[in-house]
C-alpha cells in the first residue's frame, strides 16, 4: 500500500527524506535489467548527486539525458527495469524525480518489491555499456525467472509530474526493487528512502562494531547546513571516493575579516554547524575515525562529538524542532575539541574519549564551517535498560 503526495512537492517535505537511499550506487545499489536503454541508461536512476541538463550534449542516439530515458515505444507493452538495493531493508517511501525530462518523462509508473534469497536470483548477463540497446531476448528469458510482475505492489499505477513522493505503509524487508515505466519515456532518479536492517542477534556484546554505520543501521536525523553534500554520505561504505561523497558546508558568514588564533592554536571564529545521527544500535563507543580525505582546502578547524539517549518519541520531538538547543537535550561529551588536518584519517581511542556510557544518539559538530568524508564509531552494543525484557 501506498499514499502518493500527488500534487508535486508539498510544502512541507515527507518526514522520511532524512532516511538513507537504500538504492544509490555508492551503497552498491545497481541496475540488473531493463527492458530498454535507447536513449539513457538506468544506471543514471542511481546517482547521488542531483541531476544535470547540458542542452547542447547530443549522444548518437539522440539529446544526452541525466536520468533514464527509453525510446518511443512502437510495440505493445511498457518499460520497466529491476534495481537491487545495495543493501536490505524496510522502505518508507520513494522519490521519482523527472527534473530536466520536461516533454519526455513517463507519465506514470508503479513500483513492486520482493526480498530475494541469492539463490533465487538468476544469473543474468552483464549489463556493459547500455545506451542505444533494448534488453535481448537471452535477457528476458533469465530475468522471467525472477517472476517480477509477480513482486508485490509497494506504489500502484499513479500519474507523475515534475516532483512526486510516494508513501510507503508495508513494514516488511526488501532486496529488490520493480519500477515500472508507463508506456515509457524517462525519469531522472529514484530514491529508495529507508532503513537498513541489520540482525544484530547474531552480535555478541563483545563483538567489535561500527555502530553508525549506514549498512549497520546509522542513520542522519538532523543537521544545520549541506551546501554540498549531505551528512548521511559519512556513513557510507567504504571510504570516501572524493568530496562529494562526503559532508560539506557552505562557509560561515559570521567569519571576522582577520582570523585570529587561541593559546591551542583553535581558530577564534563564531558559528558552528552541526549533524546528530542515530546509531544502528544503542551501544558504548570506545573507538573514534574522522577522516578529512579530499578535504584539502576546506576542512574544519575542529569538532567535537557528543553523545545521549534518546527514546523514539524524543527523537520525534527533537526532529519537530529541529534539534533546537532549547529542547534541554542531555549531551555528553565524547571527544572534547579537536584540531583537525586536511585529507587525514585520523583516529581517536579509549584513552581520548571522556565518556564511555550507553548512548542511542551522537551530535557531531564542526567549527566554523568546512568538510569530512567519513565517520566511524566502534563500538559494543548494548540494550537500554529501559527496553530490557
Known sequence: ?????????????????????????????????????????????????????????????????????????????????????????????????TSHFAGNCAPRISIQAAYLKQEEIPLLPPRGSRIGTAASDEELRAVKEMKSNEWVFLVPMSEIKSGNYFSVTSKQKWTHIRLNIYPDGGIARLKVYGTISRDWSLSGQNDLGDL??????????????????????????????????????????????????????????????????????PGIVTHIEIDTSHFKGNFPDTCTLEACILSVQEENDCIAQKWSLKQGTKWNVLLPVTKLKPHKRHFFDATAIQTMNLCTHVRLTIAPDGGMSRLRLWGFPRIPSHVRK
Open 1 to 97: 500500500m501506498s499514499v502518493h503526495l500527488k500534487e508535486g512537492k508539498p510544502p512541507v517535505s515527507p518526514d522520511f527524506l532524512h532516511l538513507n537511499d537504500l538504492a544509490c550506487e555508492t551503497i552498491g545499489g545497481k541496475v540488473l535489467f531493463a527492458t530498454d536503454d535507447f536513449f539513457a541508461p538506468a544506471e543514471y536512476l542511481l546517482k547521488e548527486q542531483r541531476p544535470v541538463s547540458q542542452a547542447d550534449l547530443f549522444t548518437d542516439y539522440g539529446k544526452w539525458r541525466d536520468g533514464w530515458e527509453t525510446r518511443r515505444k512502437r510495440i505493445s507493452g511498457h518499460d520497466w527495469c529491476i534495481i537491487q538495493l545495495g543493501v536490505p531493508g524496510m522502505v518508507y517511501g520513494f522519490e521519482a524525480d
Open 212 to 281: 553508525v554505520a549506514m549498512v549497520n543501521g546509522g542513520i542522519c536525523v538532523g543537521y544545520s547546513d549541506a551546501q554540498l553534500g549531505h551528512p548521511h554520505n559519512i556513513l557510507g561504505v567504504g571510504r570516501a571516493k572524493s568530496m562529494k561523497d562526503g559532508w560539506e558546508t557552505r562557509r560561515s558568514l559570521e567569519r571576522p575579516p582577520v582570523l585570529k588564533a587561541d593559546d591551542k592554536g583553535n581558530l577564534l571564529i563564531p558559528g558552528r554547524e552541526w549533524a546528530v545521527f542515530r546509531l544502528g544500535h
